[in-house]
């Protein structure tokens, strides 16, 4: 490569990594927010944070690519016809393709930098950012213990820690447990989380475990028994605690009233009351083991989208695989996405190359050039996302996705090489023009 070849690559170069920089870091700011929870929730720290969000970084730039090789070569090209170095090289006999060839290997290498992106390097990075997450989200010691904090480790399990020192014991333990009907309440001196192969477990040590309520709910299934049933119950128990074990005499006396409650209460004292304070119970412990596993989701069930899944897998997917099943189009769609991710980057270079790198003057405005241009390849964008979206149901759509990028670029060949002219109507650059002239005038006056 010659020095003129290496200016200009370098050119293009450094615009095409100064443009993935800007966008990417713009739309992972704004995309980074979503996962903004593993910090404030989840008592992860800054770098957790930065380093699991990094992981959709390769997304970002397999979108951003085509377009960012597009606004560098654009910018390679008005710059070199700006300082009419463009005009130069003509003049010294070197045409278009001479001129492009650097940029030509430039747009190589970008196609080729997407294709190992759409293949091995996203899904893997999409791959590893899901068992991050789920990791981070698994992780109950750190979501636990977070001091000072009144923390909703689930619905109705409400966890509070006053302090927690640097060997992992946390002092001041509070646990509110309302997911059942009995509410329990833990209040304990001190706790460490405990690791094993039966589970995760917060080990309390000093404290007490106030129920309540639960009994209340019985009492509202099961009616309270008239004073009938309870004088019957008494002669039952006291005809089973005669020493003769023979039955009670019928004209034994009837219990006093004011017993018949006694007795119920007796009776029902597992399963009936009558007052909340009948309902609540304490129980001090030394060491109390609280099991914390059910919090932990399970990844048994975690559904992998097909964008998840190996270039191997996705050739060829299992036919108990969920997508197959169900959704048999997006396995088809996902590969031809991956397998024509290389091709756009050299169909939007073409665009570009072909309206900007013929010779001009500087008297020769290049504002219709690239007024053109850009609608050119929003054009070629919107025709690859309506044909993506045709993949899933239309197996004839196939090889539309590649035909696009294509015919894009022999077209752009061809009016590079003289064989098409395009101008824009006659009508419209008159109208220009007189604008133009308008706009001078007045600027003169």
Not at 207 to 229: F, M, N, V, Y
Not at 290 to 305: Q, W
Not at 404 to 417: G, K, S
Request: proline share 6%; glycine share 6%.
């Amino acid at each position: 490569m010659g020095r003129l070849d290496r200016y200009i690559f370098s050119t293009a170069a450094v615009a095409f990594l100064g443009v993935v920089v800007v966008l990417a870091g713009m739309i992972w700011a704004t995309q980074a927010l979503r996962q903004l929870d593993l910090v404030t929730s989840q008592g992860q720290t800054i770098l957790a944070f930065i380093a699991i969000t990094s992981l959709t970084m390769p997304t970002l730039v397999l979108v951003i690519a085509p377009a960012a090789l597009f606004i560098a070569t654009a910018y390679t090209l008005l710059k070199l016809n700006g300082d009419s170095e463009i005009v130069v090289m003509a003049a010294a006999g070197m045409g278009p393709w001479r001129l492009l060839r650097p940029l030509i290997l430039l747009a190589i290498l970008v196609s080729l930098f997407c294709s190992s992106l759409a293949v091995h390097v996203v899904p893997a990075s999409l791959t590893s950012f899901r068992e991050q997450v789920t990791k981070v989200r698994a992780d109950v010691v750190s979501f636990v213990a977070q001091p000072g904090r009144f923390v909703n480790l689930t619905q109705g399990l409400v966890f509070h820690v006053r302090e927690r020192s640097a060997n992992g014991v946390m002092r001041g333990i509070f646990i509110n447990d309302a997911r059942e009907k009995e509410v329990s309440t833990y209040l304990a001196d001190r706790g460490q989380i405990v690791e094993s192969k039966a589970g995760i477990f917060l080990v309390l040590e000093n404290g007490s475990i106030h129920r309540r309520g639960g009994d209340l709910w019985k009492t509202e299934a099961t009616p309270q028994p008239t004073p009938e049933e309870a004088r019957a119950a008494a002669r039952a128990k006291l005809a089973a605690q005669n020493s003769g074990g023979q039955a009670a005499k019928a004209s034994e006396p009837p219990a006093p009233a004011a017993a018949a409650p006694a007795a119920a209460a007796g009776d029902q004292k597992q399963g009936r009351s009558d007052s909340k304070a009948a309902n609540s119970s304490v129980v001090e412990f030394q060491r109390y083991a609280f099991d914390l596993s059910s919090l932990a989701p399970d990844n048994k069930g975690v559904d992998i989208k097909p964008m998840e899944r190996p270039l191997t897998y996705v050739m060829n997917p299992p036919p108990e695989d969920m997508y197959v099943r169900f959704f048999p189009g997006r396995y088809r769609e996902e590969l031809h996405k991956r397998l024509s991710a290389g091709l756009y980057p050299m169909a939007f270079f073409a665009i570009a190359a072909a309206a900007l790198a013929q010779p001009r003057t500087t008297r020769q405005s290049r504002g219709a050039a690239l007024t053109a241009i850009i609608p050119a390849m929003g054009l070629v964008q919107i025709g690859n996302f309506a044909i993506a979206g045709q993949l899933k149901a239309n197996a004839a759509a196939v090889p539309l996705i590649y035909a696009l990028p294509v015919v894009t670029v022999i077209i752009c060949a061809m009016v590079l090489q003289g064989w098409i002219r395009l101008a824009p109507p006659a009508a419209l650059t008159a109208f220009i023009d007189s604008i133009r002239a308008r706009f001078s005038r007045r600027a003169a006056a």
